[in-house]
């Protein structure tokens, strides 16, 4: 199966603040990876596919690169509504593996 | 309105069966794979089982292959998750999502499966 390992798991920002989480797949995932908004009590949200692409009605704010095996999610100027848990994801093989996630919280 | 809606979910013992059911509105069902997703409390996400928009291609996780079953009922708009042998650690709440383009676009709310004695 290929892992993903997301970075950091935990991350303290204040709203303004820039951040940016890593997902590194253990193995070529190509270009697909997505990026999933999770709230409390709440079903994942998809933010970000095929690695870069944002999904209709996210904010610009959300964006995604690549570089190799690894990827970023970056969120500029942080909201208050963004402080949430985010989860990588891979669809390049069977099983769609989850990153471990990352629980953005408030300074 | 594009939805899904699961149903299901309770609480069981260990060992007994389960079927959880995920209903589809607001678009063309069979062309879409469908997926289901858990979450243990407290926990991450994790790819339990996939089927193909005509039902010809499944995939199972290694932990629940041979004890879950998907499905589904185009003709309802309907995916299943028959669910056997069940585990402490099969214990969450249960998503399906559809599959668009390169990701899960559609979630629905969950349902919750305790399995304990």
């Known amino acids: 199966d290929i892992q993903l390992t997301q970075s950091p798991s935990f991350l303290s920002a204040s709203v303004g603040d820039r951040v940016t989480i890593t997902c590194r797949a253990s193995q070529g995932v190509g270009s697909d990876l997505a990026w999933y908004q999770q709230k409390p009590g709440k079903a994942p949200n998809l933010l970000i596919y095929?690695?870069?692409t944002l999904q209709s009605g996210v904010p610009s704010r959300f964006s995604g690169s690549r570089s190799g095996t690894g990827f970023t999610l970056t969120i500029t100027s942080l909201q208050p509504e963004d402080f949430a848990t985010y989860y990588c994801?891979?669809?390049?093989?069977?099983?769609?593996?989850f990153g471990q996630g990352t629980k953005l919280e408030t300074k | 309105e594009v939805q899904l809606v699961e149903s299901g979910g309770g609480l069981v013992q260990p060992g007994g069966s389960l079927r959880l059911s995920c209903g589809a509105s607001g678009f063309t069902f069979s062309d879409y794979p469908m997926h289901w997703v858990r979450q243990a409390p407290g926990k991450g996400l994790e790819s339990v089982s996939t089927i193909s928009g005509l039902g010809g291609t499944t995939f199972y996780a290694d932990s629940v292959k041979g004890r879950f079953t998907i499905s589904r009922d185009n003709s309802k708009n309907t995916v299943y998750l028959q669910m056997g042998s069940l585990r402490p650690e099969d214990m969450g709440v249960y998503y399906c999502?559809?599959?668009?383009?390169?990701?899960?676009?559609?979630w629905g709310q969950g349902t919750m499966v305790t399995v304990s004695s």
């Open positions: 994801q891979q669809l390049n093989a069977y099983p769609y593996t």
């Open positions: 999502a559809r599959r668009a383009s390169d990701g899960l676009d559609i």
């Open positions: 095929y690695t870069s």
